[in-house]
Protein backbone atom coordinates (compact mmCIF):
# COMPACT_ATOMS: atom_id res chain seq x y z
CA UNK A 1 0.00 0.00 0.00
CA UNK A 2 1.09 3.27 -0.68
CA UNK A 3 1.53 5.96 1.86
CA UNK A 4 -1.14 8.21 -0.82
CA UNK A 5 -3.53 5.28 -0.07
CA UNK A 6 -2.61 5.51 3.73
CA UNK A 7 -3.23 9.07 4.07
CA UNK A 8 -6.73 8.88 2.39
CA UNK A 9 -7.71 5.73 4.56
CA UNK A 10 -6.66 7.94 7.48
CA UNK A 11 -8.59 10.86 6.51
CA UNK A 12 -11.64 8.96 5.80
CA UNK A 13 -11.75 7.17 9.45
CA UNK A 14 -11.50 10.49 11.14
CA UNK A 15 -14.21 11.92 8.95
CA UNK A 16 -16.57 9.03 9.79
CA UNK A 17 -15.70 9.23 13.42
CA UNK A 18 -16.52 12.88 13.15
CA UNK A 19 -19.81 11.92 11.89
CA UNK A 20 -20.90 9.12 14.43
CA UNK A 21 -19.59 11.56 17.54
CA UNK A 22 -21.80 14.83 16.09
CA UNK A 23 -24.75 12.05 15.96
CA UNK A 24 -24.28 10.96 19.15
CA UNK A 25 -23.82 14.17 21.34
CA UNK A 26 -26.52 16.26 18.87
CA UNK A 27 -23.45 19.21 18.82
CA UNK A 28 -24.99 22.05 16.24
CA UNK A 29 -23.25 25.06 15.46
CA UNK A 30 -25.20 27.23 17.32
CA UNK A 31 -23.40 25.21 20.61
CA UNK A 32 -20.00 26.69 19.51
CA UNK A 33 -19.01 29.80 21.27
CA UNK A 34 -19.42 33.12 19.40
CA UNK A 35 -15.73 34.58 18.26
CA UNK A 36 -14.83 37.77 20.18
CA UNK A 37 -16.99 37.16 23.51
CA UNK A 38 -14.25 36.04 25.44
CA UNK A 39 -12.08 37.94 27.86
CA UNK A 40 -8.56 37.84 28.15
CA UNK A 41 -7.24 38.04 32.17
CA UNK A 42 -9.02 36.58 35.16
CA UNK A 43 -12.61 37.85 35.40
CA UNK A 44 -15.42 37.79 37.65
CA UNK A 45 -19.31 37.31 36.88
CA UNK A 46 -21.76 40.07 37.06
CA UNK A 47 -25.26 40.26 37.11
CA UNK A 48 -26.95 43.53 36.25
CA UNK A 49 -31.40 43.56 36.09
CA UNK A 50 -32.26 46.30 32.99
CA UNK A 51 -35.95 46.94 32.81
CA UNK A 52 -35.55 46.71 28.87
CA UNK A 53 -32.42 45.36 27.29
CA UNK A 54 -33.49 47.10 24.24
CA UNK A 55 -31.50 45.72 21.18
CA UNK A 56 -28.49 44.65 23.34
CA UNK A 57 -26.16 41.81 22.09
CA UNK A 58 -24.50 39.23 23.07
CA UNK A 59 -20.49 40.15 23.33
CA UNK A 60 -21.44 43.74 23.70
CA UNK A 61 -18.32 45.50 25.26
CA UNK A 62 -18.96 46.45 28.81
CA UNK A 63 -16.60 49.71 30.11
CA UNK A 64 -15.88 50.63 33.44
CA UNK A 65 -15.37 54.33 34.23
CA UNK A 66 -14.61 54.67 30.17
CA UNK A 67 -12.45 51.87 30.18
CA UNK A 68 -12.89 48.60 28.13
CA UNK A 69 -13.28 45.97 30.81
CA UNK A 70 -15.32 42.84 29.88
CA UNK A 71 -18.17 41.55 27.50
CA UNK A 72 -21.31 40.64 27.58
CA UNK A 73 -21.71 36.81 28.05
CA UNK A 74 -25.74 36.10 28.03
CA UNK A 75 -28.79 37.87 28.19
CA UNK A 76 -32.26 36.18 29.60
CA UNK A 77 -35.38 37.42 30.72
CA UNK A 78 -37.10 36.90 34.35
CA UNK A 79 -39.35 38.76 36.34
CA UNK A 80 -40.24 40.65 33.74
CA UNK A 81 -36.53 41.96 33.52
CA UNK A 82 -33.65 41.51 31.44
CA UNK A 83 -30.63 40.38 33.21
CA UNK A 84 -27.87 40.82 31.53
CA UNK A 85 -24.41 38.50 32.23
CA UNK A 86 -21.04 40.14 32.28
CA UNK A 87 -17.18 38.95 32.34
CA UNK A 88 -15.51 41.65 34.14
CA UNK A 89 -11.65 41.91 34.51
CA UNK A 90 -10.61 41.55 38.16
CA UNK A 91 -8.15 44.65 37.71
CA UNK A 92 -11.39 46.76 37.34
CA UNK A 93 -12.32 46.04 41.27
CA UNK A 94 -16.05 47.05 40.99
CA UNK A 95 -16.98 48.22 44.09
CA UNK A 96 -20.93 48.27 46.02
CA UNK A 97 -22.49 50.90 44.91
CA UNK A 98 -21.49 50.69 41.13
CA UNK A 99 -24.27 52.04 38.19
CA UNK A 100 -24.81 50.35 34.84
CA UNK A 101 -26.20 52.11 32.01
CA UNK A 102 -27.14 51.01 29.19
CA UNK A 103 -25.83 53.49 25.99
CA UNK A 104 -24.99 53.54 22.32
CA UNK A 105 -21.10 54.71 20.89
CA UNK A 106 -22.94 56.41 18.51
CA UNK A 107 -26.32 57.61 17.68
CA UNK A 108 -26.76 54.49 14.55
CA UNK A 109 -23.91 52.69 17.15
CA UNK A 110 -24.21 49.86 19.05
CA UNK A 111 -25.07 49.40 22.89
CA UNK A 112 -22.70 48.69 25.31
CA UNK A 113 -22.86 48.50 29.14
CA UNK A 114 -21.39 51.59 30.58
CA UNK A 115 -20.64 50.97 34.74
CA UNK A 116 -19.68 53.98 36.37
CA UNK A 117 -17.30 52.48 39.61
CA UNK A 118 -17.38 54.83 43.03
CA UNK A 119 -13.94 55.57 44.23
CA UNK A 120 -14.31 53.55 47.15
CA UNK A 121 -16.75 50.98 48.93
CA UNK A 122 -17.03 46.81 49.55
CA UNK A 123 -15.73 45.10 46.19
CA UNK A 124 -17.47 43.15 44.39
CA UNK A 125 -16.69 39.60 43.82
CA UNK A 126 -17.88 37.00 41.65
CA UNK A 127 -21.58 36.27 41.10
CA UNK A 128 -22.50 40.07 42.21
CA UNK A 129 -25.35 41.66 40.98
CA UNK A 130 -26.48 45.01 40.48
CA UNK A 131 -30.67 45.56 41.13
CA UNK A 132 -32.90 47.54 39.15
CA UNK A 133 -31.70 50.71 41.25
CA UNK A 134 -28.42 50.75 40.24
CA UNK A 135 -29.19 50.20 36.20
CA UNK A 136 -31.12 52.03 33.69
CA UNK A 137 -31.24 52.87 29.96
CA UNK A 138 -30.29 55.85 28.18
CA UNK A 139 -32.33 57.48 25.50
CA UNK A 140 -32.93 56.10 22.16
CA UNK A 141 -32.84 58.12 19.04
CA UNK A 142 -35.92 56.79 18.75
CA UNK A 143 -37.16 58.52 21.75
CA UNK A 144 -35.63 61.68 20.66
CA UNK A 145 -37.52 61.62 17.16
CA UNK A 146 -40.82 60.30 19.07
CA UNK A 147 -40.36 63.53 21.77
CA UNK A 148 -39.82 65.94 18.48
CA UNK A 149 -42.99 64.80 16.69
CA UNK A 150 -45.01 65.34 19.85
CA UNK A 151 -43.63 68.40 20.37
CA UNK A 152 -43.97 69.42 16.48
CA UNK A 153 -47.25 68.07 15.84
CA UNK A 154 -49.38 68.01 19.44
CA UNK A 155 -47.06 70.20 21.49
CA UNK A 156 -47.33 74.21 21.88
CA UNK A 157 -44.88 74.50 19.18
CA UNK A 158 -48.53 74.42 16.60
CA UNK A 159 -49.97 77.90 19.10
CA UNK A 160 -46.04 80.15 18.07
CA UNK A 161 -47.99 81.47 15.39
CA UNK A 162 -50.88 82.67 17.27
CA UNK A 163 -48.46 83.90 20.23
CA UNK A 164 -46.62 85.49 17.78
CA UNK A 165 -49.83 87.44 16.27
CA UNK A 166 -50.72 88.39 19.72
CA UNK A 167 -47.50 90.09 21.16
CA UNK A 168 -47.53 92.01 17.60
CA UNK A 169 -51.15 93.22 18.53
CA UNK A 170 -50.07 94.27 22.02
CA UNK A 171 -46.92 95.68 20.88
CA UNK A 172 -47.86 97.45 18.10
CA UNK A 173 -48.22 101.01 18.64
CA UNK A 174 -46.81 100.94 22.40
CA UNK A 175 -42.72 101.21 20.79
CA UNK A 176 -41.87 104.34 23.33
CA UNK A 177 -43.67 103.02 26.50
CA UNK A 178 -42.25 99.69 26.10
CA UNK A 179 -38.62 101.27 25.60
CA UNK A 180 -39.19 103.12 28.74
CA UNK A 181 -40.26 100.30 30.68
CA UNK A 182 -36.78 98.35 29.04
CA UNK A 183 -34.50 101.40 30.31
CA UNK A 184 -36.32 101.82 33.46
CA UNK A 185 -35.40 97.73 34.59
CA UNK A 186 -31.97 98.28 33.02
CA UNK A 187 -31.69 100.93 35.81
CA UNK A 188 -33.12 98.74 38.57
CA UNK A 189 -31.04 96.02 37.88
CA UNK A 190 -27.79 98.13 37.38
CA UNK A 191 -29.17 99.50 41.14
CA UNK A 192 -29.62 95.83 42.35
CA UNK A 193 -26.50 94.64 41.29
CA UNK A 194 -24.52 97.25 42.82
CA UNK A 195 -26.42 96.89 46.37
CA UNK A 196 -25.32 93.29 46.24
CA UNK A 197 -22.77 93.39 49.30
CA UNK A 198 -25.57 94.61 51.18
CA UNK A 199 -27.60 92.14 50.05
CA UNK A 200 -25.06 89.25 51.04
CA UNK A 201 -24.72 91.10 54.11
CA UNK A 202 -28.52 91.07 55.11
CA UNK A 203 -28.26 87.63 53.65
CA UNK A 204 -25.49 86.86 56.28
CA UNK A 205 -26.86 88.44 59.24
CA UNK A 206 -30.21 86.87 58.52
CA UNK A 207 -28.15 83.27 58.47
CA UNK A 208 -26.24 83.97 61.66
CA UNK A 209 -30.34 85.30 63.00
CA UNK A 210 -31.23 81.81 61.99
CA UNK A 211 -28.17 80.11 63.74
CA UNK A 212 -29.14 81.90 66.77
CA UNK A 213 -32.75 81.13 66.89
CA UNK A 214 -31.60 77.28 66.02
CA UNK A 215 -29.50 77.33 68.80
CA UNK A 216 -32.24 78.56 71.06
CA UNK A 217 -35.10 75.92 69.88
CA UNK A 218 -35.70 74.58 73.02
CA UNK A 219 -36.06 78.24 74.96
CA UNK A 220 -38.55 80.03 72.07
CA UNK A 221 -40.68 76.05 72.71
CA UNK A 222 -41.08 76.86 76.52
CA UNK A 223 -41.71 79.92 75.75
CA UNK A 224 -44.57 79.71 73.28
CA UNK A 225 -45.69 77.14 76.16
CA UNK A 226 -45.78 79.25 78.71
CA UNK A 227 -47.54 82.65 76.77
CA UNK A 228 -50.58 80.29 75.92
CA UNK A 229 -51.93 80.65 79.67
CA UNK A 230 -51.40 84.78 78.53
CA UNK A 231 -52.77 84.49 75.00
CA UNK A 232 -56.08 82.83 76.97
CA UNK A 233 -56.24 86.27 79.11
CA UNK A 234 -55.75 88.41 76.68
CA UNK A 235 -58.77 86.58 74.58
CA UNK A 236 -61.25 87.06 77.11
CA UNK A 237 -60.09 90.16 77.76
CA UNK A 238 -60.78 91.26 74.40
CA UNK A 239 -63.98 93.00 74.85
CA UNK A 240 -62.12 95.50 77.46
CA UNK A 241 -59.36 96.03 75.55
CA UNK A 242 -61.17 97.10 72.72
CA UNK A 243 -63.11 99.51 74.53
CA UNK A 244 -59.99 100.72 75.85
CA UNK A 245 -58.92 101.64 71.84
CA UNK A 246 -61.89 103.06 71.60
CA UNK A 247 -61.53 105.08 74.63
CA UNK A 248 -57.34 106.17 73.38
CA UNK A 249 -59.10 107.17 69.81
CA UNK A 250 -61.40 109.46 71.55
CA UNK A 251 -59.09 110.61 73.59
CA UNK A 252 -57.05 111.32 70.86
CA UNK A 253 -59.04 112.89 69.09
CA UNK A 254 -60.29 115.36 71.57
CA UNK A 255 -56.57 115.69 72.15
CA UNK A 256 -56.05 116.98 68.82
CA UNK A 257 -58.95 119.24 68.83
CA UNK A 258 -57.29 120.94 71.62
CA UNK A 259 -53.71 120.88 70.03
CA UNK A 260 -55.32 122.61 67.08
CA UNK A 261 -57.43 125.27 69.11
CA UNK A 262 -54.17 126.34 71.37
CA UNK A 263 -51.31 125.45 68.30
CA UNK A 264 -50.41 129.37 68.32
CA UNK A 265 -50.52 129.98 72.27
CA UNK A 266 -48.23 126.40 72.33
CA UNK A 267 -45.87 127.66 69.42
CA UNK A 268 -45.46 131.21 71.21
CA UNK A 269 -45.18 129.07 74.46
CA UNK A 270 -41.85 127.05 73.28
CA UNK A 271 -40.22 130.08 70.90
CA UNK A 272 -40.47 131.88 74.77
CA UNK A 273 -38.56 128.61 75.88
CA UNK A 274 -35.90 128.77 72.89
CA UNK A 275 -33.82 131.38 74.51
CA UNK A 276 -33.94 129.61 78.11
CA UNK A 277 -32.72 126.40 76.24
CA UNK A 278 -30.14 128.23 74.28
CA UNK A 279 -28.57 129.94 77.13
CA UNK A 280 -28.72 126.23 78.75
CA UNK A 281 -26.90 124.96 75.87
CA UNK A 282 -24.68 127.55 76.09
CA UNK A 283 -23.33 127.35 79.47
CA UNK A 284 -23.66 123.17 79.55
CA UNK A 285 -20.15 123.20 80.43
CA UNK A 286 -20.32 125.25 83.41
CA UNK A 287 -22.91 123.19 85.22
CA UNK A 288 -20.73 120.53 86.89
CA UNK A 289 -18.63 123.37 88.21
CA UNK A 290 -21.68 125.24 89.73
CA UNK A 291 -22.81 121.83 91.35
CA UNK A 292 -18.94 121.12 92.82
CA UNK A 293 -19.30 124.86 94.05
CA UNK A 294 -22.67 124.23 95.59
CA UNK A 295 -21.73 121.38 97.62
CA UNK A 296 -18.56 122.76 98.41
CA UNK A 297 -20.87 126.08 99.86
CA UNK A 298 -23.11 123.05 101.50
CA UNK A 299 -20.37 122.08 103.39
CA UNK A 300 -18.67 125.29 104.15
CA UNK A 301 -21.77 126.02 105.44
CA UNK A 302 -22.80 122.86 107.26
CA UNK A 303 -19.35 123.70 108.86
CA UNK A 304 -20.28 127.43 109.83
CA UNK A 305 -24.29 126.43 111.25
CA UNK A 306 -23.44 123.66 113.38
CA UNK A 307 -26.81 124.13 115.28
CA UNK A 308 -30.46 126.25 114.45
CA UNK A 309 -28.63 129.18 114.70
CA UNK A 310 -26.37 131.74 113.10
CA UNK A 311 -23.64 134.67 115.00
CA UNK A 312 -23.92 137.76 113.03
CA UNK A 313 -21.77 140.26 113.78
CA UNK A 314 -22.84 143.95 112.43
CA UNK A 315 -20.20 147.11 111.80
CA UNK A 316 -22.76 150.12 111.65
CA UNK A 317 -20.73 153.12 109.67
CA UNK A 318 -22.89 156.54 110.64
CA UNK A 319 -20.19 158.93 109.23
CA UNK A 320 -23.35 160.41 106.77
CA UNK A 321 -25.48 160.59 109.63
CA UNK A 322 -22.97 162.17 111.97
CA UNK A 323 -22.56 164.97 109.17
CA UNK A 324 -26.63 165.69 109.32
CA UNK A 325 -27.30 162.89 106.48
CA UNK A 326 -30.47 161.99 108.39
CA UNK A 327 -32.38 160.98 105.52
CA UNK A 328 -30.83 158.34 104.77
CA UNK A 329 -31.09 156.44 108.06
CA UNK A 330 -35.07 157.44 107.78
CA UNK A 331 -34.85 155.39 104.60
CA UNK A 332 -32.96 152.55 105.96
CA UNK A 333 -36.25 152.97 108.70
CA UNK A 334 -38.78 152.48 106.12
CA UNK A 335 -36.80 149.59 104.85
CA UNK A 336 -36.98 147.75 108.07
CA UNK A 337 -40.69 148.75 108.26
CA UNK A 338 -39.75 150.66 112.15
CA UNK A 339 -42.19 153.99 112.36
CA UNK A 340 -40.67 154.73 115.60
CA UNK A 341 -38.74 158.43 116.05
CA UNK A 342 -35.03 158.08 114.58
CA UNK A 343 -33.59 159.44 118.42
CA UNK A 344 -35.79 156.53 120.07
CA UNK A 345 -34.48 153.70 118.09
CA UNK A 346 -30.75 155.37 118.87
CA UNK A 347 -31.49 155.16 122.15
CA UNK A 348 -32.37 151.52 121.93
CA UNK A 349 -29.32 150.90 120.16
CA UNK A 350 -27.42 152.87 122.63
CA UNK A 351 -26.12 155.32 120.42
CA UNK A 352 -28.26 158.33 121.93
CA UNK A 353 -25.43 160.24 123.56
CA UNK A 354 -22.88 159.68 120.01
CA UNK A 355 -25.17 161.78 118.12
CA UNK A 356 -26.10 164.83 120.40
CA UNK A 357 -27.28 167.16 117.42
CA UNK A 358 -30.96 164.89 116.67
CA UNK A 359 -33.45 166.97 118.33
CA UNK A 360 -35.08 164.60 121.32
CA UNK A 361 -38.82 163.51 121.23
CA UNK A 362 -39.71 163.27 125.19
CA UNK A 363 -43.11 162.29 124.55
CA UNK A 364 -41.44 159.19 122.95
CA UNK A 365 -38.98 158.80 125.50
CA UNK A 366 -41.22 158.86 128.09
CA UNK A 367 -43.62 156.14 126.19
CA UNK A 368 -40.87 153.65 125.93
CA UNK A 369 -40.00 153.38 129.71
CA UNK A 370 -40.56 150.29 130.52
CA UNK A 371 -37.60 148.93 128.54
CA UNK A 372 -34.16 147.82 130.57
CA UNK A 373 -32.17 149.70 128.88
CA UNK A 374 -31.27 153.72 129.46
CA UNK A 375 -30.16 156.52 127.00
CA UNK A 376 -26.64 155.33 127.65
CA UNK A 377 -27.10 151.93 128.03
CA UNK A 378 -26.12 149.28 125.79
CA UNK A 379 -28.60 147.24 123.57
CA UNK A 380 -31.24 146.52 125.71
CA UNK A 381 -33.56 143.73 126.41
CA UNK A 382 -37.05 144.97 125.77
CA UNK A 383 -39.53 142.44 124.15
CA UNK A 384 -39.37 140.73 121.18
CA UNK A 385 -42.39 142.49 119.79
CA UNK A 386 -40.55 145.81 120.69
CA UNK A 387 -39.06 146.95 116.94
CA UNK A 388 -36.48 149.53 118.34
CA UNK A 389 -35.00 146.15 120.09
CA UNK A 390 -31.69 145.12 118.48
CA UNK A 391 -33.90 141.81 118.00
CA UNK A 392 -36.50 143.75 115.99
CA UNK A 393 -34.08 146.12 114.12
CA UNK A 394 -31.62 142.04 113.14
CA UNK A 395 -35.18 140.88 112.03
CA UNK A 396 -35.56 143.66 109.81
CA UNK A 397 -32.30 143.60 108.40
CA UNK A 398 -32.59 140.10 107.75
CA UNK A 399 -36.33 140.70 105.84
CA UNK A 400 -38.61 140.67 108.48
CA UNK A 401 -40.44 143.49 110.03
CA UNK A 402 -42.44 145.45 113.11
Excluded: W
Amino acid sequence: MTTRRIRTAIAAAAAAGLLVTGSGCSTSMRDLPIPGTGVSGDTIEIEAEFEEALNLAQGAPVKVNGVDSGKVTSIEIGDYTAIVTMDVRTDAKLHDGATARLRYTTPLGELFVDITNPPRGEELSDGGKLTLKNTDTAPTVEDALAQASLLVNGGGLAQLQTITEELNAALGGNEEDIRLLLGQASTFLTEANSTTASVDAVLTSLNSLSGTLGSRERLINRAMKEIRPAAQVLRRATPELTELLNAVERFSAAANDTVNATRSQLLALLGEFEPVLAELASNRGRFNEMLRKIVTAADTLRGVIPGDYLSISLDLHLDGIQAGNLPVLQDLLDILDITAPIGDVLDELGLGNLLPRLPADPASRTGNDSRSGGPGGGGGGGSSGNPLSLDGVVTGLLGGGS
